[in-house]
């Protein structure tokens, strides 16, 4: 990297590495995800992304028909308030998506080009970043193309965007940016910055709530090293900053507090221990519900920050203003990703592990600095060190080559099959690799298994106790019992999985299963829950697409009390024909919010197993009413 003089002398070569990352970093997201998604009729599919959809959908389809950011849900789990809590992590997305339908253009090119911004945006993000943190061009663009090989290259980032976890990582490098106006802003007391990290941070919490996690130690380390010299009206603006963000959050806060007496565990994933440390060290899977469903590749992450502390060492030396921030930033995630856990268990909460994609982002800035600084000082290194970093660099190469192919095993060659080899191998020595990437839109065909759901919809509730489950209540008109199996609501009680406590169900569960939720059809992919050792409830039906069928031999009802006909849509029930003079209970999720007309009134009606309870409608009714979402809570 040429050294930077005050006459711009080595811009050319600048500019000339800033278009080479960026080509190549369009050209492997165009390899895993092919921008031609943008112009897709339909959303990015697969595992999270289905309930991120799912969640999008149903808020876009509150703010047009209600205003409100939120819905009673029929569709599934029995009636459940979608965008309360459980998208938490999915507002700005929502939002975004939302501007876009404004705007004329499809829900489902809003929807995605949220996911492109975060794969672009992580360049000129880290870049101005760099920039705002004091590194001069050729360090910014070192720092820059580390980034983009630790999202491109590392496994745990790699798989959250991936996976559809879009947002968490989108937020892992978006908070490095306000960090820097506001560290920037202690140095040069400059008002327009703390507007602009007024903004960002608003956004940041938007796009995801643990933004708050990631920032409020680097902030306040900030803040302390100026609190004694900033004025009345610093303090106070500082504190504008903090109400600002309260403010542009407090619409979904506040709806989340409201149903906060759902709330349920939420230590599913995320969670690490010291061990992990020589497991990512030495790229070891030990836990897929930590690291991912994918084999760990963390080399570019370890030069990140092992090229980070070691610029920490020079900053200390030099007494640099911003050795303090990085060095208590750093540890601190750092520590609360491998060794918090362990200490405090309630931090299980917030998935710590997730902590490592943060430090990641946040090593690169430091990194690109040393990466200057040796470049700088290269002539006065002596032969035995060039020498040393010479060979040391060959399997320094060779891993992180490796790292790299193993996301792109089409770059390796075929491997003849060998007739009397009990098994196939591939080029990397392994069983052939599986391809982290999506497939061009053209390729994604019509769903079967969709135009059956919609087909038998009118018969009941479709039990779907894995990950199709958003799928198909966004997809058809099918009101499904299922999804995503660590729903942190207790109307996660309505899955299959959460019925049985994560087992496979008894007969008398089962039994009480499809009585509860008027379920007529359960579909299965990958486990079948035993439900072939229950032919006195269920019926196998032939396999579409892939799924297995089972058909309710009970009789399905909507009614745990009284009788008659119900249509139900977003927001809305309408009951009809049922006897006055009987109580009506009906198997859909009760709500504080929900209320009848004309002339009757909604209680709740206890469940032994569903902890939300039902809708109950007791005498004095009508025979003809409707349950609706007044949203007054």
């Not at 995605?112 to 970043?129: I, K």
């Not at 542009?248 to 992990?276: D, E, K, T």
């Not at 065909?445 to 038998?456: I, M, P, Q």
Request: net charge positive; charged share 15%.
């Amino acid at each position: 990297m040429p050294e930077l003089d005050t006459q711009g002398r080595f811009r050319w070569f600048h500019a000339v590495f800033a278009l080479a990352i960026a080509a190549a970093h369009v050209a492997c997201v165009n390899y895993f995800m092919p921008l031609a998604w943008l112009t897709s009729k339909l959303p990015i599919a697969g595992v999270d992304f289905e309930t991120h959809v799912e969640q999008t959908w149903r808020v876009i389809e509150g703010l047009e028909g209600w205003g409100k950011s939120w819905v009673y849900d029929v569709q599934l789990q029995a009636g459940f308030p979608n965008g309360t809590i459980f998208d938490a992590d999915n507002k700005l997305w929502e939002l975004w998506t939302y501007a876009f339908t404004r705007l004329g253009v499809q829900r489902a090119t809003g929807f995605n080009s949220f996911v492109f911004a975060a794969h672009l945006l992580v360049l000129p993000w880290t870049f101005a970043a760099a920039r705002t943190f004091g590194l001069r061009a050729g360090a910014a663009l070192v720092a820059m193309a580390l980034a983009s090989l630790i999202w491109l290259f590392d496994s745990y980032a790699h798989w959250f965007w991936w996976i559809g976890t879009v947002a968490y990582i989108f937020a892992a490098y978006f908070y490095v940016l306000p960090l820097a106006l506001f560290y920037r802003f202690s140095r040069d007391r400059k008002p327009w910055r703390l507007g602009v990290v007024a903004v960002l941070m608003s956004l940041g919490h938007l796009l995801h709530p643990y933004t708050f996690f990631l920032m409020v130690v680097p902030m306040l380390v900030v803040y302390a090293s100026m609190f004694r010299s900033c004025t009345r009206r610093e303090h106070l603006a500082i504190a504008g900053v903090a109400g600002a963000v309260l403010l542009c959050n407090v619409y979904w806060l506040r709806v989340a507090f409201q149903h906060w007496h759902y709330i349920l565990n939420s230590a599913y994933y995320g969670a690490s221990h010291p061990g992990f440390v020589l497991s990512d060290f030495f790229n070891l899977l030990v836990d897929a519900h930590t690291s991912g469903y994918i084999g760990t590749r963390a080399g570019f992450r370890w030069l990140a920050i092992a090229a980070a502390m070691g610029c920490l060492l020079f900053w200390k030396r030099e007494r640099d203003p911003r050795f303090r921030l990085f060095a208590i930033g750093l540890s601190t995630m750092l520590v609360a990703a491998y060794v918090v856990p362990v200490i405090v268990p309630a931090a299980l909460q917030i998935q710590p592990y997730r902590f490592v994609a943060s430090a990641m982002f946040l090593a690169v800035i430091p990194a690109g600095a040393l990466a200057e600084r040796l470049w700088n000082e290269r002539q006065n290194a002596s032969t035995w060190m060039r020498v040393t970093v010479g060979v040391l660099a060959i399997p320094a190469i060779q891993h992180l080559a490796s790292d790299v192919l193993y996301f792109v095993p089409t770059l390796l060659p075929d491997v003849p099959r060998v007739e009397e080899g009990p098994f196939p191998i591939a080029a990397a020595g392994y069983h052939p690799q599986f391809a982290y990437r999506h497939p061009h839109p053209s390729l994604v065909v019509d769903s079967v298994l969709e135009r059956w759901v919609d087909a038998h919809a009118e018969q009941g509730r479709i039990a779907v106790p894995e990950w199709p489950g958003e799928r198909l209540a966004w997809a058809t008109r099918g009101q499904i019992l299922g999804g995503f199996v660590e729903l942190n609501l207790q109307h996660a009680r309505a899955h299959l999985a959460r019925w049985a406590d994560y087992r496979e169900p008894t007969v008398a569960q089962l039994r009480e299963y499809l009585e509860t939720y008027a379920v007529a059809y359960v579909i299965v992919r990958y486990r079948d829950l035993g439900l072939d050792r229950a032919p006195e409830l269920l019926e196998a039906l032939p396999p579409i697409a892939g799924a297995k069928i089972y058909r309710s031999k009970l009789p399905v009802s909507f009614f745990f009390e009284n009788t008659g006909k119900i249509s139900a849509q977003t927001n809305r029930i309408r009951v009809e024909a049922t006897d006055p003079n009987t109580p009506v209970v009906i198997k859909y999720h009760w709500h504080e919010a929900l209320i009848c007309k004309p002339a009757c009134r909604v209680e709740r009606y206890v469940h032994p197993r569903d902890e939300v309870g039902f809708i109950r409608i007791p005498v004095p009714h009508p025979r003809d009413f409707v349950i609706e979402n007044s949203y007054r809570m």
